[in-house]
């Protein structure tokens, strides 16, 4: 839902950023300012300042800044709507209601969020208590997790009594209806309500903005399932859900490498990955990878890893799981562990150094697939020859890469022992059949036109500077330069979006944040940012500063006009128009007379 600016500014204004930042980094004073490592880059002299008064960051390292929903939207890995009602909550603002829910659903959500927080509180009580949770903590512990774990994961604990939670929750006001709702709560033929999760290690499901959205339970006992997910609800939808999103999102956002994302299959996978370092790591949810969990981790990551157990290779590997990875336009690799491992065992047995040297080994999925598939069929007999195309047509006709196609044809041709070309004609047919482009041919393919970098001028962007923070300088530059087009492309996108909202409000209260709120895209935020940094010491140095941009431009100006004139004079006498080439000169001499 698209919020007014009115409501976004009321939002931001109630959140301090420094406030905000400095619950994620530590920020020390440096006078008017505040200075920290940067969290978006490795540095060791601080270069990440926040400015308190024009509530807004920048670092003078990587170039990264904004204002406070930058900040969000760069750490956590946010989105703007995201962020947004991060803060909104934060200072208790209601934003309007979306057209997606109505009030009485909307309260219904909030319910249930309320519900699951309340339940992943009182499991992960019961988990720390000396004897209610005695079992739980010795399952962990033998498995080799201790409080860190613990805490970090807010790992909890559902005891064997059958309405332990269920009398905790209805004490807390929630009702039958709601309880039921939830799918924490079943209800038996008899009609006696009972705990779905007993005798469970519990592992709470947060969604990205960090809300408990579902629960996973592992038994300590024999008791089938070995592991029980919650239920689908209005909150939780296994398609798009993954286990440990929300930390890593936050681990990719600051490292400087790839933006990789590792995926295993269990949640001790994935909290013994992280625990020793590999923070960029999820888990799926007892289903298999879909196209809406690669849209999403598309947002945090460029390329995903693929762990598989070591007794799941080959043979048994889902290689349809992965073609979403290509039909999504997302790379990926696979690493089979070693047989008889999983991500636990391993690092359990060889440690964390293993793994990471095990990493470099990560095939790229054409090659992982063709393994696997060398190994089912013979490519020597044809029908294992018919088997092996087929399958890697298919997954080509997913592929939205056309320079991947082409790199993937060459070698499968090559390993196959067959024509290019025929692979290429098999794949058109396919691709006509399923309704698309015929033409796969890098050559017949239309080249990419790449706009060249636009340098912003440094004159341009001075007075920028001087305009944002004092917006009197727009109209007194409009004056002397009426028809002046900026020809830097950032310059001139945010002199025009200024001089828009100076006609459309009250210049003298328009903040540096506010005008970051206006601003959509976030390299421009990142410019703009840049500029507010400046700092005028008097009114003299900045007044001495806009009459030298201002004579600077004129001097271009005129220099510009010269040229044409000159331009104009060639063609004049190449047409041998003698009367035109004197009316040039004429002119060209007065300009050369003129003062600066």
């Given at each position: 839902?698209?919020?007014?600016?009115?409501?976004?500014?009321?939002?931001?204004?109630?959140?301090?950023?420094?406030?905000?930042?400095?619950?994620?980094?530590?920020?020390?004073?440096?006078?008017?300012?505040?200075?920290?490592?940067?969290?978006?880059?490795?540095?060791?002299?601080?270069?990440?300042?926040?400015?308190?008064?024009?509530?807004?960051?920048?670092?003078?390292?990587?170039?990264?800044?904004?204002?406070?929903?930058?900040?969000?939207?760069?750490?956590?890995?946010?989105?703007?709507?995201?962020?947004?009602?991060?803060?909104?909550?934060?200072?208790h603002v209601v934003l309007p209601e979306s057209k997606k829910f109505s009030t009485p659903e909307r309260s219904q959500l909030e319910r249930l969020y309320q519900l699951y927080t309340?339940?992943?509180?009182?499991?992960?009580?019961?988990?720390?208590?000396?004897?209610?949770?005695?079992?739980?903590?010795?399952?962990?512990?033998?498995?080799?997790?201790?409080?860190?774990?613990?805490?970090?994961?807010?790992?909890?604990?559902?005891?064997?009594?059958?309405?332990?939670?269920?009398?905790?929750?209805?004490?807390?006001?929630?009702?039958?209806?709601?309880?039921?709702?939830?799918?924490?709560?079943?209800?038996?033929?008899?009609?006696?309500?009972?705990?779905?999760?007993?005798?469970?290690?519990?592992?709470?499901?947060?969604?990205?903005?960090?809300?408990?959205?579902?629960?996973?339970?592992?038994?300590?006992?024999?008791?089938?399932?070995?592991?029980?997910?919650?239920?689908?609800?209005?909150?939780?939808?296994?398609?798009?859900?993954?286990?440990?999103?929300?930390?890593?999102?936050?681990?990719?956002?600051?490292?400087?490498?790839?933006?990789?994302?590792?995926?295993?299959?269990?949640?001790?996978?994935?909290?013994?990955?992280?625990?020793?370092?590999?923070?960029?790591?999820?888990?799926?949810?007892?289903?298999?990878?879909?196209?809406?969990?690669?849209?999403?981790?598309?947002?945090?990551?460029?390329?995903?890893?693929?762990?598989?157990?070591?007794?799941?290779?080959?043979?048994?590997?889902?290689?349809?799981?992965?073609?979403?990875?290509?039909?999504?336009?997302?790379?990926?690799?696979?690493?089979?562990?070693?047989?008889?491992?999983?991500?636990?065992?391993?690092?359990?047995?060889?440690?964390?150094?293993?793994?990471?040297?095990?990493?470099?080994?990560?095939?790229?999925?054409?090659?992982?697939?063709?393994?696997?598939l060398l190994s089912r069929y013979n490519k020597s007999d044809s029908l294992g020859l018919l088997k092996i195309t087929s399958e890697f047509l298919d997954t080509f006709a997913r592929?939205?890469?056309?320079?991947?196609?082409?790199?993937?044809?060459?070698?499968?041709?090559?390993?196959?022992?067959?024509?290019?070309?025929?692979?290429?004609?098999?794949?058109?047919?396919?691709?006509?059949?399923?309704?698309?482009?015929?033409?796969?041919?890098?050559?017949?393919?239309?080249?990419?036109?790449?706009?060249?970098?636009?340098?912003?001028?440094?004159?341009?962007?001075?007075?920028?500077?001087?305009?944002?923070?004092?917006?009197?300088?727009?109209?007194?530059?409009?004056?002397?330069?009426?028809?002046?087009?900026?020809?830097?492309?950032?310059?001139?996108?945010?002199?025009?979006?200024?001089?828009?909202?100076?006609?459309?409000?009250?210049?003298?209260?328009?903040?540096?944040?506010?005008?970051?709120?206006?601003?959509?895209?976030?390299?421009?935020?990142?410019?703009?940012?840049?500029?507010?940094?400046?700092?005028?010491?008097?009114?003299?140095?900045?007044?001495?500063?806009f009459q030298d941009a201002i004579r600077t431009l004129k001097m271009q100006e005129r220099a510009g006009r010269l040229r044409t004139l000159r331009n104009q004079i060639s063609q004049?006498?190449?047409?041998?128009?003698?009367?035109?080439?004197?009316?040039?000169?004429?002119?060209?001499?007065?300009?050369?007379?003129?003062?600066?």
């Amino acid at each position: 839902m698209a919020y007014n600016d009115q409501v976004v500014d009321q939002v931001q204004s109630l959140n301090d950023i420094v406030e905000i930042i400095s619950s994620y980094i530590p920020l020390k004073r440096a006078g008017r300012n505040f200075k920290a490592n940067c969290p978006f880059h490795s540095e060791k002299t601080p270069s990440f300042v926040v400015n308190p008064d024009k509530q807004i960051f920048h670092c003078f390292g990587c170039g990264v800044g904004g204002d406070v929903f930058s900040f969000l939207m760069k750490y956590e890995q946010m989105n703007f709507p995201e962020a947004l009602r991060k803060l909104a909550e934060r200072v208790h603002v209601v934003l309007p209601e979306s057209k997606k829910f109505s009030t009485p659903e909307r309260s219904q959500l909030e319910r249930l969020y309320q519900l699951y927080t309340v339940a992943a509180e009182f499991y992960h009580t019961n988990l720390k208590h000396p004897k209610l949770g005695e079992a739980g903590r010795t399952y962990l512990e033998k498995r080799g997790f201790g409080t860190s774990e613990t805490e970090t994961f807010r790992l909890g604990f559902a005891l064997s009594e059958w309405r332990t939670l269920y009398e905790h929750l209805s004490k807390k006001g929630f009702q039958d209806q709601e309880l039921l709702r939830s799918g924490l709560i079943g209800r038996s033929a008899q009609g006696t309500t009972y705990d779905i999760f007993r005798n469970r290690v519990m592992f709470p499901i947060f969604s990205t903005q960090e809300k408990v959205i579902a629960f996973g339970g592992r038994a300590i006992a024999d008791e089938t399932p070995k592991y029980l997910n919650s239920p689908e609800t209005p909150i939780f939808k296994k398609r798009k859900e993954m286990y440990c999103l929300h930390l890593a999102k936050r681990a990719i956002a600051t490292s400087e490498e790839i933006r990789r994302m590792m995926i295993v299959e269990g949640y001790l996978d994935c909290i013994r990955l992280y625990a020793n370092g590999f923070q960029n790591v999820v888990a799926t949810l007892g289903t298999s990878l879909t196209n809406e969990h690669v849209r999403i981790l598309k947002r945090y990551a460029d390329e995903a890893i693929v762990l598989f157990d070591g007794d799941k290779a080959g043979e048994q590997a889902s290689l349809r799981g992965l073609d979403i990875f290509l039909e999504e336009g997302m790379g990926v690799k696979v690493l089979c562990l070693p047989k008889g491992f999983d991500p636990d065992d391993f690092i359990r047995s060889k440690g964390a150094q293993a793994m990471t040297e095990l990493l470099k080994q990560s095939q790229d999925v054409f090659d992982f697939k063709l393994q696997v598939l060398l190994s089912r069929y013979n490519k020597s007999d044809s029908l294992g020859l018919l088997k092996i195309t087929s399958e890697f047509l298919d997954t080509f006709a997913r592929i939205q890469t056309p320079v991947l196609v082409d790199r993937y044809l060459k070698k499968l041709a090559v390993t196959l022992g067959v024509e290019e070309g025929s692979l290429r004609s098999e794949l058109n047919k396919l691709k006509v059949k399923q309704g698309g482009v015929a033409k796969l041919t890098l050559r017949e393919a239309k080249p990419i036109l790449v706009a060249k970098k636009t340098e912003q001028p440094p004159v341009e962007k001075l007075l920028l500077s001087l305009m944002i923070h004092y917006p009197s300088y727009i109209r007194m530059f409009l004056e002397l330069f009426p028809n002046y087009a900026f020809l830097g492309d950032k310059t001139r996108e945010i002199f025009n979006l200024f001089c828009q909202i100076i006609r459309e409000s009250d210049e003298t209260k328009l903040s540096a944040s506010q005008l970051l709120n206006r601003i959509k895209e976030e390299g421009l935020k990142i410019f703009v940012s840049e500029l507010l940094m400046n700092e005028w010491s008097s009114g003299d140095d900045r007044e001495q500063a806009f009459q030298d941009a201002i004579r600077t431009l004129k001097m271009q100006e005129r220099a510009g006009r010269l040229r044409t004139l000159r331009n104009q004079i060639s063609q004049a006498e190449e047409a041998g128009d003698q009367d035109l080439v004197l009316k040039y000169m004429k002119t060209y001499q007065e300009m050369l007379v003129q003062p600066d």
